[in-house]
């Protein structure tokens, strides 16, 4: 026991269940990918966000956030990057929502009916 209390923060963080040397500690390392993607898009068009891709992330997201706190070892990493996840997508989702293609501007509508006259 003496031994384990005089153990570096370091090593303790390199021998846990969900350090390094696991998978527990490189799939949520490696899916932060996910949300920098998503981030990313951001700056797209909302005509060109893929709403069944969104729902998908958004999904996935939610449900692995709550698994990842019940699964032993409970691995918070997990839990964080999903929640992420599911953030960025609900968020895209939130901008296709907010654009409602039926709604133009009036002198677009003008044009339109110009051109179709």
């Given at each position: 026991?003496?031994?384990?209390?005089?153990?570096?923060?370091?090593?303790?963080?390199?021998?846990?269940?969900?350090?390094?040397?696991?998978?527990?500690?490189?799939?949520?390392?490696?899916?932060?990918?996910?949300?920098?993607?998503?981030?990313?898009?951001?700056?797209?068009?909302?005509?060109?966000?893929?709403?069944?891709?969104?729902?998908?992330?958004?999904?996935?997201?939610?449900?692995?956030?709550?698994?990842?706190?019940?699964?032993?070892?409970?691995?918070?990493?997990?839990?964080?990057?999903?929640?992420?996840?599911?953030?960025t997508a609900a968020y895209?989702?939130?901008?296709?929502?907010?654009?409602?293609?039926?709604?133009?501007?009036?002198?677009?509508?003008?044009?339109?009916?110009?051109?179709?006259?």
């Amino acid at each position: 026991m003496a031994a384990a209390a005089g153990t570096s923060a370091f090593s303790r963080f390199m021998n846990s269940p969900v350090g390094p040397k696991t998978i527990h500690f490189w799939a949520p390392a490696m899916k932060w990918g996910l949300v920098i993607a998503g981030l990313g898009d951001l700056a797209r068009p909302v005509d060109q966000i893929s709403v069944r891709q969104q729902l998908s992330l958004a999904a996935t997201g939610l449900i692995w956030t709550r698994w990842s706190t019940i699964i032993t070892p409970k691995n918070y990493s997990l839990a964080t990057v999903n929640f992420f996840v599911g953030c960025t997508a609900a968020y895209q989702l939130a901008r296709v929502a907010m654009n409602k293609p039926d709604t133009q501007p009036a002198e677009s509508v003008e044009k339109v009916a110009a051109t179709t006259a």
